[in-house]
C-alpha cells in the first residue's frame, strides 16, 4: 500500500478523517506511524495528498487530510481481453490497473473455458477490491471501468466498433510477422489492444476482429504468459508512461 | 507447454524418445496428439525442432526426434534481484525465464525478510522446475544460470564488479528523477539491472552500487510491484526483443 484510498463517507467533516478498519491496523502495524506524522492519501476518483495524524491508539487514527494533487495520467488505453483462468485474472487486473489502464472488457473467445465465467473473481466486490490493490501498489485514485462481455459475436459487432473508434487497434497474436510498434508517433494516442486466450483468439475471430480495422501484432517469437504479455506491450506501445 | 523439453536420458539412440511421464499425459490429454503428428520439442541446452509421433498408446509415446533449429536469443541482461517473497519469487523466475533472461542473482538487502531465504522456492529442484516451466512456455531451451547471495556488501563489493564489467549497470529506483532509457542506442548492449526489495533498496545500499557504476533509473510515478516492474523494464531496455 503506498496510498491509502479514501471513501467520501471516511470524512467527517471536510478534512477531518477517522479509521477504524484494516487501513488504521495498516498505518499501525506496517506504516508504525506516529502522532504528527504525515502520510500519502487519495479520495477513490479524486484527488491525493498528504495526512497528518493528530490522533493515534489501537482503536481508531485520526486524520487532517489535505488532497490538492491531481493522480497521475491514464493510459490512453482500452484493454480487451479474452477472460484468463481465475487465478490469473486476479493479477492481471491487479497489474493493469497499477499500471494505469482505466477500461478493461473481459470477453469470451472460443478458448476461454466456460467454468472461467462463474468464477466469485469476476463478482463486483471482488473486481473492486482487485482495483483498489492495484490502485494503492501504483498511487493512482481513479477506479477503472470493467465490462463482462460473454457473447464474442455481438460485443465485437454491436459493442466494439464505437469503443474503438478513435483508437489505433491491435490484437495481440504471436501467429503473426508484424512486430508490436514502440513509436514516439503512437505517443498519447488512443489504443484498443486485444489479448486472446492461452492458445490465442481462432482464425475465426482473428478475421472479425480484422474486418473491424485491427491489425495483429506480435512480440517476438516467445509465447507469454497474459499477465508477462500485459506489462510487456504496455511498455511497448506507450515507452513514456514508464 | 508450448515445447515439450527433453532431456539428453530420453535419447535411447541418436534420434528415438520415448516418454512415459507428465510430458506423454501432456501430450495426450492436453494436446490429444495421434500417431504421425509433429510436435515442437527442444533438448534442455541445446536445439530445438520437431518430433513425429510413430506409436502412441496410454502408456507411452514414441517419438522420431530432429533438432535442427537454434532457440531464441538470450536477453544480455543480467538480473540483480533482492530476494522477493517466496510466491512472488515464483512467478518472477517464471516469467524472467519466459522472457529470455538468462542470469539471476538472488541476492540479500536491508529490507529483504530473513525469513524469506529459508523458504524451500530457493531449494534448486523447484527453481529448475520453475526454470523449465518457463523454457517451455516462451519456446525455449537454455536454462538460466540462479545464483543465491545472502550477504549483500561481499557481493557487491567482490563479485559484482566483474559480473557487470562491460554492461550498462541501473538500478530501477522509484525515487530517482532519471527515466527509464528506451534507445536504440542501448540495443544489443549488456544490462546489469538491479531491482530492490518491497520498499526499495535503503540509501546506504543505493550509494554502494553507485560507486560501481550503477545509475538510478525509474520509471513514472507508478510504483509497480517486482513482478510487473521486470516485464515492463525488460521491454523498455530492449525493444527490439519483443
Given at each position: 500500500m503506498n496510498i491509502i484510498l479514501l471513501h467520501g463517507s471516511d470524512f467527517k467533516d471536510k478534512n477531518m478523517v477517522i479509521l477504524?478498519?484494516?487501513?488504521?491496523d495498516h498505518i499501525i502495524t506496517v506504516l508504525k506511524a506516529k502522532i504528527h506524522d504525515s502520510l500519502l492519501f487519495g479520495l477513490i476518483n479524486g484527488k491525493m495528498g498528504k495526512g497528518i495524524i493528530i490522533n493515534i491508539d489501537s482503536s481508531k487514527v485520526?486524520?487532517?487530510?489535505?488532497l490538492d494533487k491531481n493522480p497521475p495520467p491514464a493510459l490512453p488505453l482500452t484493454l480487451v481481453l479474452a477472460l484468463p483462468r481465475p487465478?490469473?485474472?486476479k493479477r492481471i487486473i491487479e497489474s493493469s490497473v497499477g499500471l494505469g489502464v482505466k477500461k478493461i472488457y473481459l470477453i469470451n473467445s472460443w478458448r476461454v473455458e466456460k467454468s472461467f465465467w462463474q468464477s466469485p473473481v469476476l463478482k463486483k466486490e471482488t473486481l473492486d477490491a482487485l482495483s483498489i490493490a492495484g490502485l494503492e501498489q501504483a498511487k493512482d485514485t481513479i477506479m477503472p471501468q470493467i465490462f463482462k462481455k460473454k457473447l464474442f459475436t455481438p460485443f465485437v459487432k454491436n459493442e466494439l466498433p464505437d469503443?474503438?473508434?478513435?483508437?489505433?487497434m491491435f490484437i495481440a497474436h504471436p501467429k503473426t510477422a508484424i512486430p508490436c510498434p514502440c513509436s514516439k508517433t503512437l505517443l498519447n494516442q488512443s489504443i484498443c489492444l486485444a489479448i486472446g486466450p492461452e492458445g490465442g483468439f481462432i482464425?475465426?475471430?482473428?478475421k472479425t476482429l480484422e474486418l473491424l480495422g485491427f491489425k495483429t501484432i506480435n512480440f517476438g517469437s516467445r509465447i507469454l504468459r497474459t499477465e508477462t504479455a500485459v506489462p510487456v506491450l504496455i511498455a511497448k506501445l506507450f515507452p513514456d508512461f514508464f
Open positions: 477504524k478498519d484494516h487501513r488504521k485520526e486524520l487532517k487530510i489535505n487465478k490469473m485474472l469503443i474503438a473508434q478513435n483508437s489505433s482464425d475465426k475471430e482473428i
